[in-house]
């Protein structure tokens, strides 16, 4: 029998369950040059999100002309 890949998917929306997360580090318990790192990638995340939705509206605005 194959065997089938297994895959894990946090959830982030739901109040964490005793035993469930045993292996998820706490923010705090993040070394600081982690924290750091993760930090400046979600900012970078953020950014490029906002201007990739500042593109996409001047793309449309020049499609109603």
Same mark, same amino acid.
């Given at each position: 029998?194959?065997?089938?890949?297994?895959?894990?998917? +946090?959830? =982030? +929306?739901?109040?964490?369950?005793? @035993? %469930?997360? &045993?292996?998820?580090? $706490?923010?705090?318990? =993040?070394?600081?040059? #982690?924290?750091?790192? =993760? #930090? !400046? /990638?979600? !900012?970078? /995340?953020?950014?490029?999100? &906002? %201007?990739? @939705?500042? &593109?996409?509206? $001047?793309?449309? &605005? @020049?499609?109603?002309?």
């Amino acid at each position: 029998m194959p065997r089938q890949p297994m895959t894990c998917q +946090f959830d =982030l +929306f739901s109040a964490p369950q005793r @035993g %469930k997360t &045993a292996g998820t580090p $706490q923010w705090p318990e =993040l070394p600081e040059e #982690t924290r750091q790192a =993760l #930090t !400046v /990638l979600i !900012v970078r /995340l953020f950014v490029d999100h &906002a %201007k990739c @939705g500042h &593109a996409c509206q $001047q793309k449309e &605005a @020049g499609h109603d002309a």
